[in-house]
Every structure is written in structure tokens, then in C-alpha cells.
């Protein structure tokens, strides 16, 4: 029983936590609140990819740090909403904190550096964001979202393929131990 303990806690052990440049974070998570906001202007494409979704599932899988997660979450969320005029303040943050605090706990649990690990997580997180969104609207707004759809469908293939790439480039941030 002990050694079956052992092996387990170090399998968890090996699961590096990674460390950015200093301002990377915060940087990143500007330079995604602000992309979104502007390309929004420029048509129904900008909304199939939300990037601040991918910024806060990427900084919350990479750092494995509940906490950090649901803070960056919680955080993004809320600048997010203030940006967007089409939702009340509070949807996205509620959501985007869910999402960051659980994006956390897997990455401390799974190797989440292989892309087609992270392309499933991404396609997971998205629905989950949306199941999230769809019932705070039902529930706290009473107004009718759907849970589900092949518009949704599609927008969470193609924002999975864009955040798969995009990780690669956002490994670029990652400080050397």
C-alpha cells in the first residue's frame, strides 16, 4: 500500500511546473482582451475564437496552481465582460474563473504538453466555458442560451486547431529552470 502511495505521489512530482518571463502573463492576457474587443468589429469570424479562453487555459494548465488559475480567470473574465457590450459584467468572469481554476487542477494532474493533449483540452474547456455561460444566463438572467449546437461545435474545432498553435508560440514565454 505505502509503495503504491509512493508511486503515484511521484508521478505527480514529475509534472514540471512552468515559470514565464516576468510581465509575460499580464502581457499576454492584455495583448488577448485587447485583440478580442477590436477584431469583434470586424465580423462574425473574431467571435469564433475567444482568446482570452485560450490564454487563461493555457497560463492555468501551464502553471498547475489552482489558485493562479482561478485568479487569471476571474481576472480576465471581468476585463472581458467591462470590454464587451453585448453581455452583462460578471458572465464571462464566472465562467473564465470555473475554466481557469479547473484548467489548473488538470494540468497539475496530466502531462499536458503533447498537442493532441492539448487540442482535446481545449475542445473540453470550450464546452465547458459555454455549458458554464449558457446555465449562468438560464439561471441568474432567465434568458435562453443553448447548451449545444453545430455552430458550437465548429467554433470550438477551429479555436481548439488556433490554441493547439498558439500554445506553441506561448511556449516561447517559458523561463528556463
Not at 485560450?54 to 489552482?66: A, M
Not at 497539475?108 to 449562468?136: C, Y
Not at 443553448?146 to 523561463?175: E, K, M, Q, W, Y
Amino acid at each position: 500500500m505505502a509503495s503504491m502511495l509512493d508511486t503515484g505521489l511521484r508521478s505527480e512530482q514529475n509534472i514540471e511546473v512552468h515559470k514565464f518571463y516576468n510581465g509575460s502573463v499580464l502581457l499576454v492576457g492584455f495583448l488577448a482582451l485587447i485583440l478580442q474587443a477590436f477584431l469583434h468589429k470586424y465580423g462574425r469570424w473574431a467571435d469564433v475564437v475567444d482568446l482570452p479562453l485560450l490564454v487563461v487555459i493555457y497560463f492555468g494548465v501551464s502553471r498547475r496552481n489552482p489558485v493562479s488559475g482561478l485568479l487569471l480567470g476571474a481576472a480576465i473574465g471581468m476585463f472581458q465582460d467591462g470590454l464587451s457590450h453585448d453581455n452583462p459584467i460578471g458572465l464571462y468572469g464566472i465562467a473564465k474563473t470555473m475554466v481557469g481554476y479547473f484548467a489548473s487542477t488538470v494540468g497539475a494532474r496530466i502531462d499536458t504538453e503533447h498537442p493532441l493533449a492539448r487540442f482535446v483540452l481545449i475542445f473540453l474547456f470550450f464546452h465547458f466555458h459555454q455549458v458554464i455561460l449558457a446555465f449562468t444566463e438560464r439561471v441568474l438572467l432567465n434568458t435562453p442560451a443553448p447548451f449545444f449546437s453545430i455552430h458550437l461545435l465548429i467554433d470550438s474545432l477551429i479555436s481548439a486547431l488556433v490554441g493547439t498553435i498558439l500554445f506553441v508560440g506561448l511556449d516561447r514565454l517559458r523561463r528556463s529552470s
